[in-house]
């Protein structure tokens, strides 16, 4: 009695437990979610670990701290003369040797640009490189470098998630994803835009937008987000001032900024190209060509220290001071000699700050000529820069609907959309007459003409394999079966014979049935409960092929087997592996052109 007690006990506790894992059981997007949720928490502490950095080295070299609002500028007003003119030198010449040194013990691998490793890569980034380049990048920014510190940032982020995507052993589509979504956490983090770092990522970097993807990506960046400004209460980056009209007429006004951005944006691209053809031209070290450009900028800094620093203090005083439009220009033309210098001499970090800054007080000067000459029917000089910044970066990156978004996200003002719109489109259409390329497909060009990525439509099953699938022998007990069940987290366990012959599959499903069978459950083997008529797939299918069997079955795993007559089980192959990879064959396909 008490065996028989034990056993029916036994039983209920089974029976509660697949309840629990049929209700619980996550898909495979919710699992997804999950692991973007993560790296988006990892890639919010290492922006802020860069922020800190950049912090410490300005102290180091200057003894000066500008604080969270001034910023680098500040810092450079303090310093003497000749401190402006040898600390970005220096900074220049350590960060080369950085690299120097660093790109020396680690010639082996290969590039880690987050770009490549999603775009063309298998979205494996090097944790070494990565952290030479980021080190490189932290002495740029810190000494006064002309240069944006989001680059880093995101790299770090996107790093990060590659580093846990691997170490879960993730199929290359799910890798690059993931890759992907700690390049769109960073973003968000750097520029408190949860939805424009995931468009950032969508757009410019997949290609496309699509649901596989975008899911993932906003959801990193909003917990990215939460965690940088809630949990660590870090501030917005950029202060905007609340947004005045005068007049419907403007709209004509926005339609000529965004014309005017449009040709405006290809020249500042094709400067920032020709100064790094003039450096790698020069027979210098690495590390003096980065303290040339580093001198560089010191020395326009003796007259205008604004050119320090990514440009972001600068952005936030051009948005709530009236500037004069002869110092704003002078300032706008140094600034743009300075990066182009600090880019051109191979430092490492970004251009998204500096691109920022360059629409914003183009803007603003648009903004000063169109009100002095109808005073009546235009706003201030402040709306215009807050358009400037986006169909600058419009114009730059060809990615419209980022611009839009990200510069919503700072203003949060419903009334800036259909200015912002009109512009960023106009800006847009006018910029790919001019040029076909934004301002990232050259890396991206050169990284495939080195090693030119496979065309999706070659790939095959076997291509996103996943090997050592959940499987038991058909003279497996029902116990066995089930601890494979609660390990796994599976709907169905695959069945083997002789030569690892494919048999067929245990539902889970077909479990509680069995079950209920009361002490014959304890002699149900795997034959018993199997289901032979389960669809399949071969490796040599293509990944078309495979789809066309996943529209007749609705589940997220199919088997792979060998050809018949030996059928082998091979591994698994997942839908959304499948989806990832088309959808990112097509992204690229459809870049070809900017990358080719």
Not at 46 to 62: C, M, P, Q, S, Y
Not at 493 to 514: C, M, Q, R, T, W
Not at 524 to 536: C, H, N, Q, R, W
Not at 566 to 574: F, H, K, Y
């Amino acid at each position: 009695m008490r065996r028989y007690e034990s056993r029916s006990i036994w039983t209920r506790w089974l029976r509660a437990r697949l309840w629990l894992l049929q209700k619980l059981q996550p898909t495979e997007l919710q699992a997804t979610l999950a692991w973007a949720g993560l790296v988006g928490f990892l890639g919010a502490l290492a922006t802020v670990a860069f922020r800190e950095g950049i912090r410490g080295i300005e102290w180091l070299l200057t003894h000066q701290h500008g604080g969270m609002i001034g910023g680098l500028v500040h810092t450079a007003l303090m310093l003497p003369w000749w401190e402006r003119l040898l600390v970005p030198a220096v900074g220049g010449l350590v960060a080369g040797v950085i690299l120097q040194v660093g790109m020396h013990l680690t010639r082996r691998q290969s590039s880690t640009d987050y770009m490549e490793a999603i775009a063309l890569g298998d979205g494996r980034i090097s944790v070494r490189t990565s952290l030479v380049k980021s080190g490189a990048s932290l002495v740029t920014v810190g000494s006064g470098g002309s240069i944006g510190r989001e680059g880093s940032m995101v790299q770090l982020a996107a790093m990060l998630a590659s580093g846990v995507g691997r170490m879960r052993s993730f199929s290359t589509p799910r890798l690059r994803l993931l890759t992907a979504c700690g390049a769109a956490a960073g973003i968000a983090a750097a520029y408190n835009t949860p939805i424009g770092g995931a468009l950032f990522v969508s757009e410019i970097v997949l290609g496309s937008i699509a649901m596989e993807s975008l899911g993932p990506l906003v959801f990193a960046s909003v917990i990215s987000n939460v965690t940088i400004n809630h949990f660590m209460h870090y501030q917005a980056r950029f202060s905007i001032p609340p947004i005045q009209f005068a007049s419907n007429w403007e709209l004509v006004l926005y339609i000529v900024l965004g014309l005017v951005a449009g040709f405006l944006g290809p020249q500042f691209v094709y400067l920032l190209e020709q100064t790094k053809h003039f450096f790698n031209k020069l027979d210098l070290p690495r590390a003096a060509k980065l303290g040339l450009g580093g001198l560089i900028v010191g020395l326009i800094s003796i007259g205008f220290p604004g050119v320090w620093g990514n440009g972001y203090s600068m952005v936030n005083s051009i948005l709530h001071s009236q500037w004069a439009w002869y110092p704003l220009l002078l300032l706008l033309v140094f600034k743009i000699i300075a990066t182009a210098a600090t880019t051109g001499s191979g430092a490492t970090g970004g251009v998204f700050t500096p691109t920022i800054f360059v629409g914003t007080a183009f803007g603003s000067l648009f903004g000063q000529g169109v009100h002095l000459l109808l005073p009546h029917i235009t706003s201030v000089a402040d709306t215009y820069a807050v358009v400037g910044m986006g169909c600058f970066l419009a114009a730059t990156t060809h990615a419209p609907l980022t611009a839009i978004i990200m510069v919503f996200e700072m203003t949060l003002d419903y009334h800036i959309v259909l200015p912002l719109m009109l512009a960023c489109v106009t800006a847009y259409y006018t910029s790919r007459a001019w040029r076909e390329d934004s301002i990232y497909s050259e890396s991206l060009r050169e990284k495939n003409s080195e090693q030119p990525t496979a065309d999706f439509r070659t790939l095959c099953v076997a291509d996103i394999l996943k090997t050592d699938p959940p499987r038991v022998l058909m003279r497996s007990t029902l116990a066995e079966i089930w601890q494979l069940f609660l390990r796994y987290q599976v709907n169905y366990v695959y069945v083997v014979g002789d030569n690892e012959h494919f048999e067929g599959v245990v539902s889970l499903h077909e479990i509680k049935p069995a079950l209920n069978r009361g002490q014959l459950a304890s002699i149900i083997v795997a034959a018993d409960l199997l289901k032979s008529d389960f669809p399949t797939l071969t490796a040599e299918m293509s990944l078309s092929q495979a789809l066309s069997v996943f529209v007749t079955y609705r589940g997220e795993r199919l088997p792979v087997v060998s050809a018949s007559p030996e059928r082998r089980l091979l591994g698994v192959a997942s839908k959304t592996d499948i989806l990832l990879s088309v959808q990112q064959g097509l992204d690229l396909g459809t870049a070809a052109p900017a990358v080719k």
